[in-house]
């Protein structure tokens, strides 16, 4: 009998060393309408301890939001008699086409490499699915390049200290959405770090989308492209005739 | 409507491009579409020359502002054509044949386009075309508005030296009569320029305009008074094909970005055409070939300087 109790105590044993995570997002669903300029994505939540512990100052968080994979090429310029033209290229398989990553302190100090590279926590530590048949030296070198277009355009980014961690039980963290944000499914994932080991993640799904006039627009683009076609055609004709007849009027 | 009321609101105002993927003041793009529509209204050059490359160097992905800026073409055409057709100002039967080469030489552009585009190279060989037409345009042009402009002063004729070209042309085959231009030449010359025009204008995202304006005047010798309508005329047919090639194809045309640019390009173009009548001829083709080769310049430039970015990323 008291074997038994302890038998279906083990699972609550093995869990209740570590803390839980309870997480959520603001938004999970973000509408780019006409006056879109970018949003803010609120993630928090509460770290639960087991069986009432008391909080623990060790206690580290990471939020990592993702966007949808997409595969590219990456072109290399180089000067040729006196011109700069592309030379070079490398093919990406799966590159997320957003990644930020939210942190409660500077990330080398709270996860070991290992662990860093794992879970892809860091832009460093991104793996971009290497490219095949290039070596080592030139794949980190068209891999830099890349993610350096990417931070300039504000899709990669990280942000150190942004996530505040009250009384060691409640944290919460802003990451800034950019404007030219790409459309898709995202993912927002949450990792509790101690002794720099993930001891728990949990992940919110979140859809970027056009809504209403713009993904009319964007779908009649892609399904109707010859209507699409005549009617960009006819505006233009409409508006230079109605500028027309409007300054002959005014004169 | 408080927000339109206010000017620093309005200065702020963004919307968001549904093709292109991004936001842009509106106040920007409509500003951009008045200045291209002055200089179309004026030179009967679609001004994609210039508007293309700002629209890319705003952010906007370089297909996008290729596809659009050919649809608002199109539209400041319409309104600059409407103006000259008043004066009588466009020799239709010299523009249907520009247009029927301009139809040629745009599909055929399109597969060229599509073949530097898998090489990687379109960027290079735009770039290297900008640079030579430009600045070739532009040293003719203004050589020759200047020499006309000295003459005058000195109260002398103009001199124009009988060329070569103009009896290559002379020579070809199968003359018409054509009016409106005061020529008397074979068709074959302006559908061969019509052709190249068209061409250029898939491969370069510009209305043909600022080839057909300097070769029918100074290849062709057409009357100058019908030059400007007659060149827009085949630039509204040219660059409302391009826009169709570019909607079924690259799917970039963006209706948004357009609109914005029309309301600013198709006032312009009004502006433009009015201006022009107010200063002479000489002085305005002298303008057109300063605007010409600074662009030229700035082009060549690019060419040998190091680029901000080395990398550059292609979606597959």
Do not use: C
């Not at chain 2, 605007?291 to 292609?314: K, N, S």
Request: hydrophobic content about 50%; charged content about 15%.
């Amino acid at each position: 009998m008291k074997r038994r109790a302890l038998l279906a105590a083990l699972p609550l044993l093995l869990s209740a060393s570590e803390p839980r995570l309870v997480p959520d997002v603001s938004d999970t669903r973000i509408d780019i309408a006409y006056s879109f300029t970018g949003a803010e994505l609120l993630l928090f939540g509460a770290i639960l301890y087991p069986g009432g512990a008391p909080p623990a100052a060790d206690t580290e968080i990471a939020v990592v939001v993702k966007g949808p994979s997409e595969a590219l090429l990456v072109r290399e310029k180089a000067k040729i008699a006196g011109m700069w033209v592309n030379h070079a290229s490398e093919r990406f398989g799966s590159v997320p086409s957003f990644y930020a990553v939210a942190t409660s302190r500077p990330l080398d100090k709270i996860v070991s490499p290992r662990t860093a590279a794992i879970y892809e926590l860091g832009i460093g530590d991104l793996l971009l699915s290497p490219p095949n048949g290039a070596n080592a030296d030139e794949q980190a070198r068209f891999q830099a390049g890349l993610v350096d277009l990417k931070r300039r355009a504000g899709l990669y980014a990280e942000h150190i200290g942004a996530v505040s961690i009250r009384e060691g039980v409640l944290y919460r963290a802003a990451l800034p959405i950019p404007a030219r944000v790409p459309v898709g499914n995202y993912t927002a994932e949450t990792f509790l770090i101690r002794n720099g080991r993930v001891v728990a993640a949990a992940s919110r799904d979140i859809a970027i989308g056009k809504s209403g006039f713009e993904r009319f627009i964007a779908a009649a683009a892609e399904t109707q492209p010859l209507l699409y076609g005549l009617v960009a055609i006819g505006l233009s004709l409409l508006l230079g005739w109605i500028a027309a007849v409007a300054f002959r009027r005014a004169r | 409507m408080t927000g339109l009321a206010n000017p620093s609101n309005l200065a702020s105002m963004h919307l968001y491009l549904p093709i292109a993927g991004l936001s842009v003041n509106i106040l920007v793009i409509v500003l951009l579409g008045v200045g291209v529509g002055v200089l179309s209204g004026m030179f009967g050059v679609g001004g994609g020359f210039l508007i293309t490359p700002m629209l890319i160097f705003y952010g906007i992905p370089p297909a996008v502002a290729v596809a659009s800026s050919a649809t608002q073409i199109t539209g400041s055409s319409v309104s600059g054509l409407l103006a000259h057709s008043r004066r009588k100002g466009v020799d239709y039967r010299m523009g249907w044949v520009l247009v029927a080469g301009g139809a040629v030489g745009s599909l055929a552009g399109g597969g060229v386009f599509r073949l530097l585009q898998k090489s990687g190279q379109i960027d290079t060989v735009v770039g290297i075309l900008y640079v030579a037409l430009l600045g070739w345009i532009g040293l003719t042009m203004g050589r020759e508005s200047l020499g006309a402009l000295i003459a005058q002063r000195r109260g002398t004729a103009p001199a124009v030296p009988p060329k070569k070209s103009r009896r290559l042309i002379s020579a070809l085959p199968m003359r018409w009569r054509f009016y409106g231009s005061g020529l008397y030449i074979s068709p074959i010359a302006p559908f061969l320029l019509g052709l190249v025009s068209g061409l250029l204008t898939v491969l370069m995202g510009v209305s043909g305009g600022f080839i057909l304006v300097p070769v029918m005047i100074y290849l062709f010798g057409v009357s100058t008074r019908v030059v400007v309508g007659t060149s827009l005329f085949q630039g509204l047919f040219v660059t409302a094909t391009t826009t169709l090639v570019h909607a079924l194809t690259t799917h970039a045309v963006d209706l948004v970005l357009a609109a914005l640019l029309l309301v600013g390009s198709v006032t312009g173009a009004q502006i433009g055409s009015n201006l022009v009548q107010k200063i002479r001829p000489e002085v305005a083709r002298l303008i057109l070939a300063v605007i010409v080769l600074l662009v030229a310049v700035r082009m060549a430039l690019g060419l040998g300087w190091r680029p901000d970015a080395i990398y550059t990323v292609q979606a597959l």
